[in-house]
């Protein structure tokens, strides 16, 4: 594949269109922008020409007003930090801003990427065409959307619709409330329907709806790296009272159930964590072994092998002696204690780290952050995003009719 | 002042506040746990002794089962690294942990404080006599306290009550939910009312309420480092499409008014800012100009000058090619003409920084966390966070009837 790129102002994008044309080029990538999202009396005229030039010479558009393709296959991208390597996640963003966070929140995270297209103003490949492409595409597993505006209504929901039916499809619709419409209408010249309307759509649709881009990672990383939750039971294991307190307000809101530990677990757990400081309930308080990665394995062993709970959370916040710990490099072992021990038990997993607030606790953090990266296993930057993904992947699996 | 230190298990405790008698010591701060919040059958029976002990012997304590008192006015700490220096916040947590989290959190963001304690299982010094304390406390200019659970339901309702009137009061009320109840209950043997009890207790006694430790930041940061708003209209300023999106929806759902700027503003910030690529409206999109602190000032200035907004949020996103401006230290200039600029024209004023994955984006997060701590400006990690603060300290002023 060969690129070439040329830089000219608005309303000399027409010429280049007719140049692509000329010399057989099958696609323009249109970055420049001061088009219809503007407030050029002639913007939305020169997309109209843009669209008819393209129409008669069979050059197709993207963009304007767009960053264009991310392909790590092909070696393409706008991004010159973004990861080399392929991935599952197939994605179509309106904003070229919110497809770099996409790529950096999602790759810090272990998340690697067929295909990242930033499809500005669209006014020829649009967001109904991107769905077909990537509910068919063989290399992606997830597909992850920003939408603003959508130019067919029909077809689009048709194409949700069936690329929902062929693999998961996260929406994250931009300008749902009145404010947000009209920046949508500045930003993409995008037209937007409410709310109630989109929310009613992408969930008839077989859809999952997100709010911002790294709730669309949250997810994707549980329906990637998590096997599906057997139904929602969670046991949750942490250090300190008040995290623990927190933790369980956080799974409960979001609809996940914390079923009481058993008596002969509880017995099993207090022949190796010490009874005082520690919560043998769940959330589990183990504060007390949090320098003893071997007791972190035993402790999920014993409850790894209840049938009465669905996935395991390790709460590895940092804020409370996490300097300390990271300086003596405590919580690592620990991460990996869990990790290790999770394959042995047949539950969904995941790991969080909050209260990171230390130039130390950053170093922790990204420390914990690349090895689950590395390991496969979803990292979340506190339980409240961990319960939430795990939530809405279990929606999304019940909505299929899956056996939870 | 005078401190001593003994190491003793949570059965020799009895004897210490006897010696503590003997030697004329006033208060014994209870670290020690394995009290009435674990399964030992003698937990509760050990607090009543000691209860009784300590009302003979006229020793006051605190806890146990807690961490104790950070006063940097008299050099007293729980934590090796919090700050020295005093200032207007005064908090207590029954949790040791959110303690930390607090003075972390708040620390980083310029937040001091006069006393923060940690009070455990409240078998002597409780809840109702630190809101007493703290009200009437001279250094005391914001109360911030996380419970569990209320050991006299009556006393504290007055003492909440007296303490909204003479000050902002930030309750953070732990184990709101079934699972938080239970899970409470075995971190401070704290049995906890309904969150809709303890909704409506907040609000009738003038209070506001928050739901995490950050948040508490959040909204203390607003009252301390904020004018009051004159009502809920703010102009937002940003840097790429999806982000103006973003905090419009943001804004929106939070409460906030985003009016439309002006024809003649906008006719002057076009004499600086290009048209391209930028967006004129509230938000406004003003990334063409982020690298140039001077048009940013002249920005603040022409929408600082229009009566019809109350607040100015500056909006420093990291993520798109955040790593660059970090490294060609481009973004804190923009931070500092804002923050001095907003200190020449009318208004609220506050600074965000979101998107922030990679370890250089950290690295400026944390320049210009300190930058604004240092200048005395609330600093958020989101938009949502920065509105979600403003709505709840208009609501504040509001309950108070002060005009806004």
Redesign the interface.
């Known amino acids: 594949m060969d690129f070439a790129f040329v830089q000219v102002p608005?309303k000399a994008t027409v010429q280049v269109v007719r140049d692509c044309a000329a010399k057989g080029i099958k696609l323009a990538v249109l970055f420049?922008?001061?088009f219809g999202e503007?407030?050029?009396e002639w913007g939305k005229e020169l997309e109209e020409e843009l669209v008819n030039v393209a129409r008669q010479s069979g050059v197709r558009l993207l963009g304007p007003?767009c960053m264009g393709v991310y392909c790590p296959a092909v070696r393409l991208t706008f991004g010159p930090?973004f990861p080399v390597e392929s991935g599952p996640v197939g994605a179509f963003?309106?904003?070229?801003?919110?497809a770099?966070?996409l790529v950096?929140?999602g790759?810090?995270r272990g998340m690697r990427f067929s295909q990242v297209i930033s499809y500005g103003n669209a006014i020829d490949i649009n967001e109904a065409e991107l769905m077909e492409y990537f509910a068919q595409d063989q290399e992606t597993r997830v597909i992850i959307a920003?939408i603003?505006g959508v130019k067919e209504g029909r077809r689009f929901y048709q194409a949700l619709k069936a690329a929902a039916q062929a693999k998961p499809v996260i929406v994250f619709k931009?300008?749902?409330?009145?404010?947000?419409a009209?920046?949508?209408l500045?930003?993409?010249g995008s037209l937007v329907g409410s709310n109630e309307l989109w929310g009613g759509l992408i969930k008839q649709a077989g859809a999952i709806q997100a709010y911002?881009?790294d709730e669309c990672v949250d997810i994707a990383l549980a329906l990637l790296f998590m096997r599906p939750p057997g139904g929602r039971r969670v046991a949750v294991f942490g250090?300190?009272?008040?995290?623990?307190?927190?933790?369980?307000?956080d799974?409960?809101?979001a609809g996940l159930?914390?079923p009481?530990i058993p008596a002969d677990i509880r017995d099993e757990l207090k022949e190796f964590i010490p009874?005082?400081?520690n919560?043998?309930?769940n959330?589990l308080?183990i504060g007390g072994i949090f320098d003893k990665p071997n007791e972190i394995s035993s402790t999920v062993r014993s409850v790894g092998k209840w049938t009465g709970v669905d996935s395991l959370i390790f709460n590895a916040?940092i804020?409370?002696?996490g300097?300390y710990m990271v300086e003596f490099n405590l919580l690592k072992p620990n991460v990996e204690a869990f990790i290790s021990t999770t394959k042995e038990v047949d539950k969904s997993a995941a790991v969080v780290v909050h209260?990171v607030?230390?130039?130390q606790?950053?170093r922790g953090f990204?420390q914990l952050r690349q090895t689950c990266a590395d390991a496969g296993m979803p990292f979340y930057p506190s339980v409240q995003h961990a319960a939430n993904a795990i939530d809405k992947v279990i929606r999304y699996y019940q909505g299929r009719g899956s056996p939870l």
């Open positions: 608005a420049t922008a001061g503007s407030e050029n007003n930090d963003c309106q904003s070229g801003g919110n770099h966070q950096y929140s790759g810090h920003y603003e931009g300008g749902q409330t009145i404010a947000g009209a920046a949508a500045s930003h993409t911002n881009i250090n300190g009272g008040g995290a623990t307190v927190q933790s369980a307000d799974c409960y809101r159930v914390l009481a009874v005082a400081g919560i043998f309930r959330p308080d916040g804020g409370l002696a300097d209260a607030y230390s130039d606790g950053y990204s």
